[in-house]
């Protein structure tokens, strides 16, 4: 069974940055997609923010372009989210979620997700908090 567990979320200033962890066990293949989402306060859906394919091609909303990045650390089996330059609007609950192997996804500009169906079908943790305040 393959687990996602978030950390590293927090309240920070506009402005500020944070980096967001997300530990996978019970997978040891290389070759699937990754991402990290966020759901708004508001009750409204989640948005994708951050995407790793199973060939290592990044990609992103055009919210984040240029102050997020999406990274892995292969021998602690780590997915990483480094973000910059934060915003009021940044904040949300963050989840990182996994395809199983063999299969493509990434993040469109508009924040969706187009490839392998990860909402309905994927590994998700459990989500961590971020809070840009103005």
């Known amino acids: 069974q393959v687990q996602l567990v978030e950390s590293g979320g927090g309240s920070v200033q506009a402005g500020g940055n944070l980096t967001l962890d997300c530990k996978i066990s019970?997978?040891?293949?290389?070759?699937?997609?990754r991402g990290w989402f966020r759901r708004p306060p508001g009750g409204k859906g989640r948005e994708a923010v951050a995407?790793?394919?199973?060939?290592?091609?990044?990609s992103y909303a055009a919210s984040v372009t240029g102050r997020f990045t999406i990274s892995k650390d292969k021998d602690r089996n780590i997915l990483s989210l480094q973000m910059i330059n934060l915003k009021p609007e940044d904040t949300g609950v963050y989840y990182c979620?996994?395809?199983?192997?063999?299969?493509?996804?990434?993040?469109?500009?508009?924040?969706?997700?187009?490839?392998?169906?990860?909402?309905?079908?994927?590994?998700w943790g459990q989500g961590t908090q971020v809070t840009v305040s103005s």
């Open positions: 979620a996994s395809c199983p192997p063999g299969h493509y996804g990434e993040v469109m500009p508009n924040g969706g997700w187009v490839g392998y169906p990860i909402e309905a079908s994927g590994f």
């Open positions: 019970g997978s040891t293949s290389t070759s699937v997609c």
């Open positions: 995407g790793l394919d199973s060939d290592g091609a990044r």
